[in-house]
């Protein structure tokens, strides 16, 4: 079931697209998602933070792709996952991750293309992110590229900007060559 932006949130701080490749699957039409996996690498004070929220949270829920673009009036509204401030585990190396997980499976179909939209409580999260030409912490190479099959999107000034669904697509943009590091 989808259900608009308004009915989940009218904020995010990133999205991140992805794509569903048929064949990687077996050639199925259909998946079923059961998670979103995320590397953060800081998250802030439980009680000395920026937005004042006591052990702040994070949200994550799954959004439709159209002309490579998330279209935030079709977003599924029975992925949302809220994780307390303790279910939350950063990591100095990005090798620790924390789940997201549905209340029950997802099912996608193939082909198609989605965004993984976060939304931190508290603006002093961060997550673990690939950059074209960065060094990478595990092989301490340069990242050659980042992910292929999607983009990263960041949320602008979106205080400034009507709420309206048409207009939604002016509160984010694409970073360049950058990429969330994530498992779906």
Do not use: H, M
Not at 100 to 120: A, D, R, W
Not at 147 to 172: H, V
């Amino acid at each position: 079931n989808q259900a608009p932006l308004s009915e989940v949130s009218l904020f995010f701080d990133y999205i991140q697209s992805f794509y569903i490749d048929p064949s990687s699957v077996g050639g199925s039409q259909t998946v079923s998602v059961t998670d979103v996996e995320l590397f953060f690498k800081q998250k802030p004070d439980a009680i000395n933070n920026q937005s004042q929220i006591l052990n702040p949270g994070v949200y994550v829920y799954i959004c439709q792709i159209k002309d490579g673009q998330p279209d935030l009036s079709k977003v599924y509204a029975e992925s949302k996952v809220r994780l307390d401030y303790d279910e939350i585990f950063p990591s100095l190396d990005a090798s620790s991750s924390t789940f997201f997980t549905f209340k029950s499976p997802l099912n996608l179909k193939t082909g198609e293309s989605y965004g993984i939209v976060v939304n931190f409580e508290d603006p002093q999260f961060s997550l673990w992110t690939a950059t074209q030409g960065n060094i990478l912490l595990d092989t301490g190479k340069p990242c050659g590229s980042a992910y292929t099959s999607g983009k990263l999107f960041r949320a602008s000034n979106y205080l400034e900007i009507d709420k309206d669904p048409k207009t939604l697509d002016q509160i984010f943009k694409p970073l360049s060559d950058t990429d969330l590091k994530f498992y779906v």
